[in-house]
């Protein structure tokens, strides 16, 4: 268990990043303005993170623990059978809540804008979503690889949230829309050998 001084620390280091990335691009963020920020001496920041990569690798963490939480949570409540779809959307809200209740961070992953935290954002999902599917390889044949269908499911619906976004679809339609896709997918078997899984 951290210090409270440090969880203080980090908090405010934190926060001070996501405020400054609604003004400038991630390349373009200095350690001595995000001390100033945050109201830390530099030292203070070394002593904690290598660099401002390493900062922003920790708030991703951080919200990969809360999605993660989250998930096993709605796999709990919603799909105790374990069926196929049912775990996939699990996945899908639980990405989708975090996400949106975040949005004055991840409104910022933008590739064009920040390569490096939409390369993140994106690996970290990619990931998440390929364990899952590794769990779900113990228990039915799959046609493709978990990496394969974790590149599909992801990419797949990163576009679909992105394109919605863009046609200002609000946020409850996305996730209903998003949910009836990805159980559409799942549910034509085209991932697994037996059609009757999902």
Same mark, same amino acid.
């Given at each position: 268990?951290?210090?409270?001084?440090?969880?203080?620390?980090?908090?405010? +280091?934190? %926060?001070?990043?996501?405020?400054?990335?609604? @003004?400038? &691009? $991630?390349?373009?963020?200095?350690?001595? *303005?995000?001390?100033?920020?945050?109201?830390?001496?530099?030292?203070?920041?070394?002593?904690?993170?290598?660099?401002?990569?390493?900062?922003?690798?920790?708030?991703?963490?951080?919200?990969?623990?809360?999605?993660?939480?989250?998930?096993?949570?709605?796999?709990?409540?919603?799909?105790p059978a374990g069926k196929l779809a049912a775990g996939y959307v699990n996945? +899908?809200? %639980?990405?989708?809540?975090?996400?949106?209740? @975040?949005? &004055? $961070?991840?409104?910022?992953?933008?590739? *064009?804008?920040?390569?490096?935290?939409?390369?993140?954002?994106?690996?970290?999902?990619?990931?998440?979503?390929?364990?899952?599917?590794?769990?779900?390889?113990?228990?039915?044949?799959?046609?493709y690889s978990p990496k394969k269908i974790a590149g599909f499911v992801c990419?797949?619906?990163?576009?679909?949230?992105?394109?919605?976004?863009?046609?200002?679809?609000? +946020?409850?339609?996305?996730?209903?829309?998003?949910?009836?896709?990805?159980?559409?997918?799942?549910?034509?078997?085209?991932?697994?050998?037996?059609?009757?899984?999902?």
């Amino acid at each position: 268990m951290e210090d409270r001084r440090i969880t203080r620390t980090k908090r405010s +280091l934190k %926060a001070a990043m996501t405020e400054m990335l609604a @003004r400038e &691009d $991630f390349e373009h963020i200095s350690i001595t *303005e995000l001390c100033r920020r945050a109201d830390i001496s530099r030292i203070t920041f070394y002593s904690h993170y290598n660099d401002k990569y390493a900062l922003l690798d920790d708030i991703f963490e951080d919200m990969l623990q809360i999605g993660t939480e989250d998930y096993y949570r709605r796999q709990r409540e919603y799909n105790p059978a374990g069926k196929l779809a049912a775990g996939y959307v699990n996945m +899908l809200d %639980a990405i989708l809540e975090l996400y949106y209740n @975040r949005f &004055d $961070f991840f409104q910022h992953t933008n590739p *064009e804008k920040n390569p490096y935290l939409a390369s993140r954002f994106y690996s970290i999902v990619l990931e998440t979503v390929e364990r899952h599917t590794l769990h779900v390889e113990k228990r039915l044949s799959l046609k493709y690889s978990p990496k394969k269908i974790a590149g599909f499911v992801c990419f797949g619906m990163l576009g679909f949230v992105n394109e919605s976004h863009e046609e200002n679809t609000p +946020l409850e339609i996305i996730r209903q829309e998003a949910r009836v896709l990805l159980k559409d997918l799942i549910k034509s078997g085209i991932l697994t050998e037996h059609e009757k899984q999902a």
